[in-house]
C-alpha cells in the first residue's frame, strides 16, 4: 500500500447499531487511475484489495507504461466501508482497471446505486470506456479528476474531452488523502439524493 495515505485506518471499526441504509457504490476508471488508492484512502475498515504483483510474464499483457511507478494491479475487485451518518454506510467497490477484467464490472453494477469515475488527465481517454458503460447501464455518475501532481487541462477542458453532460458533477481530488477520497463520496451522495427528489 502507498506508503502517503493518510491516516490510515483502524484494523476494526464496527458498523453502528443504528446504520439501516447499505449503499453500494462503485469507483471505476482506466488502468491506474488510483481506484485501489481511493479505496484504501477513505474505507474506515482494512480494505481487502485483490492485488497481483505484475511480473515480467505479464508483459504486453499488463501495460504499466504509462504508471511506471505501478508494481501491481487488481485482479478482481477492491471492498471499502465507509460511514456517512447514523443512518448511511457507504460499501465502496473499485472495480479492475485492465482490459481483460472488464467482464467483471457488470457484476460489480449489480445493486450499486451510482459510480465514482476517476481520471488521470495524462490518459484522460482512458476513462472513456468507463463512462460508456455506466451511461449505457443508465447508472448516475460523478468524475473526479485525479491529477497526480500535474497541473493538466482545467475542469472545463476535461468535461469537453469526457463530453459529459451539464449536470454531471466534476470534481478535483488526491486519492491517496482521505479528506478529498471522502469529498468525492460525498458529492456523489448529493447528486444521487438530487436526482431521488427530483420531480419525474
Ligand atoms: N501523485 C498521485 N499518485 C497517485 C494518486 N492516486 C494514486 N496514485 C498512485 O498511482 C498508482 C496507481 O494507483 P492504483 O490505486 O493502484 O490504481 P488503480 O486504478 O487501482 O489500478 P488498476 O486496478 O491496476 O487499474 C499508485 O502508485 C498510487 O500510489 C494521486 O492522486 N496522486
Ligand atoms: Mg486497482
Redesign the pocket.
Same mark, same amino acid.
Given at each position: 500500500m /502507498?506508503s502517503?495515505i493518510s491516516d490510515p485506518p483502524p484494523a476494526v471499526t464496527p458498523l453502528r447499531g443504528t446504520a439501516a441504509d447499505g449503499l453500494k457504490i462503485v469507483i471505476v476508471?482506466?488502468?491506474?487511475?488510483?481506484?485501489?488508492?481511493?479505496v484504501g484512502s477513505v474505507s474506515e475498515i482494512r480494505p481487502l484489495s485483490t492485488?497481483e504483483v505484475m511480473t515480467r510474464a505479464g508483459v504486453g499483457i499488463d501495460e504499466p507504461g504509462a504508471?511506471p511507478?505501478?508494481t501491481?494491479?487488481?485482479v478482481a475487485f /477492491?471492498f471499502g466501508r465507509i460511514t456517512l451518518n447514523d443512518r448511511q454506510v457507504l460499501y465502496l467497490f473499485?472495480a479492475?482497471?485492465?482490459q481483460r477484467f472488464w467482464f467483471l464490472w457488470d457484476q460489480l453494477f449489480g445493486g450499486s446505486l451510482g459510480a465514482v469515475v476517476?481520471v488521470d488527465t495524462r490518459r484522460i481517454e482512458e476513462s472513456w470506456y468507463a463512462i460508456d458503460r455506466l451511461e449505457q447501464h443508465g447508472m448516475p455518475f460523478v468524475v473526479a479528476v485525479?491529477?497526480?501532481?500535474e497541473r493538466g487541462p482545467s475542469l472545463p477542458k476535461v468535461r469537453a474531452a469526457l463530453d459529459l453532460d451539464a449536470h454531471v458533477p466534476l470534481v478535483e481530488?488526491?486519492?491517496?488523502l482521505r479528506e478529498s477520497s471522502k469529498t468525492v463520496l460525498i458529492e456523489l451522495v448529493r447528486y444521487l439524493t438530487a436526482l431521488h427528489e427530483r420531480p419525474a
Open positions: /502507498d502517503r476508471g482506466g488502468f491506474g487511475v488510483g481506484k485501489t488508492t481511493m492485488e504508471v511507478e505501478k501491481t494491479t487488481t /477492491d473499485g479492475p482497471g485492465q476517476l485525479n491529477r497526480f501532481g481530488c488526491d486519492a491517496r
